[in-house]
């Protein structure tokens, strides 16, 4: 099946400082990934679409200027975290979508610790 | 805009026993639906899909689902789980016409005891 990675897998960084996630499709291309944010015990929340060659699409309350998405090429988008804070402390996933299957595949995630 | 709920937060049954998570759906139009499953400590995998055609869809590791237009319903069964089916289940849709951006259920925690 489709495979999906994300690294790294787990960040600790300062309160004020800046971190990149990748998430790159390893066996198909993705003109579209997303990004989503889970709580714990809590379900998916889409945090934004991010398209190949233009600019991610942002979900309601999600600070674009915070969460910095670039998707350069059809297997890879970054999401880079500005400025983060403690609250930002989450587990971030990543999906990436199949085109020929007209289906989402995950990436095992990335989980953020702000101290 | 869509919703999905899961109507059970936590299930706890037996090894053999039968396994049916409920999933409803609110939207109007027409939509694709998943289950994915999110075992401890790994990423969330599909289990099965439905697109279109025969209403139940049989999906991997013997789980199967049958969307209910009527109902706006997507139903996740296994007849006899597994100590291994314990696992965090989401039921997920998509509107058709959303470029497959996805709404998640709430989750459902299954625990299968020896």
């Known amino acids: 099946g489709a495979v999906v990675s994300q690294h790294p897998s787990w960040v600790i960084c300062k309160s004020g400082t800046s971190v990149k996630i990748e998430c790159r499709s390893l066996d198909f291309q993705a003109t579209t990934m997303f990004w989503y944010r889970q709580f714990p015990k809590q379900s998916l929340m889409l945090m934004a679409t991010?398209?190949?060659?233009?600019?991610?699409?942002?979900e309601q309350g999600v600070e674009k200027d915070k969460f910095l998405i670039n998707h350069a090429s059809l297997t890879l988008s970054t999401l880079t975290v500005t400025s983060a804070h403690p609250e930002d402390s989450s587990f971030y996933i990543c999906?990436?979508?199949?085109?020929?299957?007209?289906?989402?595949?995950f990436g095992p995630g990335t989980r953020l610790t702000v101290l | 805009a869509q919703s999905v709920s899961q109507h059970n937060h936590h299930v706890i049954l037996s090894e053999a026993a039968s396994l049916e998570l409920g999933c409803n759906y609110s939207?109007?139009?027409?939509?694709?639906l998943f289950w994915y499953v999110q075992y401890p400590g790994q990423h969330l995998q599909l289990l099965l899909k439905?697109?279109?055609?025969?209403?139940l869809v049989k999906g991997i590791k013997g789980f199967e689902a049958e969307f209910i237009k009527s109902k706006f319903s997507f139903n996740l069964r296994k007849p006899s789980v597994q100590w291994s089916d314990t696992a965090e289940y989401f039921c997920a849709v998509t509107p058709k016409a959303a470029g497959n951006k996805l709404t998640f259920g709430g989750g459902t925690r299954v625990l299968v005891k020896p």
């Open positions: 439905y697109f279109s055609g025969d209403p």
């Open positions: 999906s990436a979508r199949d085109v020929g299957a007209d289906t989402q595949y």
């Open positions: 939207y109007g139009g027409t939509v694709n």
């Open positions: 991010s398209n190949e060659g233009s600019k991610a699409t942002y």
